[in-house]
Nanobody, 123 residues
Framework: VQLQASGGGLVQAGGSLRLSCAAP????????MGWFRQAPGKEREFVAA????????IYQDSVEGRFTVSRDNAKKTVYLQMNSLKPEDTAAYYC?????????????????WGQGTLVTVSS
């Protein structure tokens, strides 16, 4: 079973992108889903996470108000809408699955990761 992230690309500062993560998990709606990113030369960092029902979400402070995480349990897909993009948002973005009850920031509680999709924001 793999998670497949897509939707990355090159965008100018101030622009928008929508990332998708297809998660063909038999019990997709049982999992918290998260987004992380890793810029060149930096450690992977938390971006956003959403609860099993798509009701509750948490965000990294730097993306709060610009990014929105959502999910469609029928399609087994989680999304990351990114608006007002900045050059510092440039990174490879990863989706991941957690068995935790509530959305979490710690990478260690996510047990299944997808391959990244690259987002490049030009100034």
């Amino acid at each position: 079973v793999q998670l497949q992230a897509s939707g990355g690309g090159l965008v100018q500062a101030g622009g928008s992108l929508r990332l998708s993560c297809a998660a063909p998990l038999r019990t997709f709606s049982s999992y918290v889903m998260g987004w992380f990113r890793q810029a060149p030369g930096k450690e992977r960092e938390f971006v956003a996470a959403i609860d099993k029902h798509g009701v509750s979400a948490i965000y990294q402070d730097s993306v709060e108000g610009r990014f929105t995480v959502s999910r469609d349990n029928a399609k087994k897909t989680v999304y990351l809408q990114m608006n007002s993009l900045k050059p510092e948002d440039t990174a490879a973005y990863y989706c991941a699955r957690s068995r935790r009850f509530a959305p979490a920031r710690e990478p260690g509680v996510y047990d299944l990761w997808g391959q990244g999709t690259l987002v490049t924001v030009s100034s």
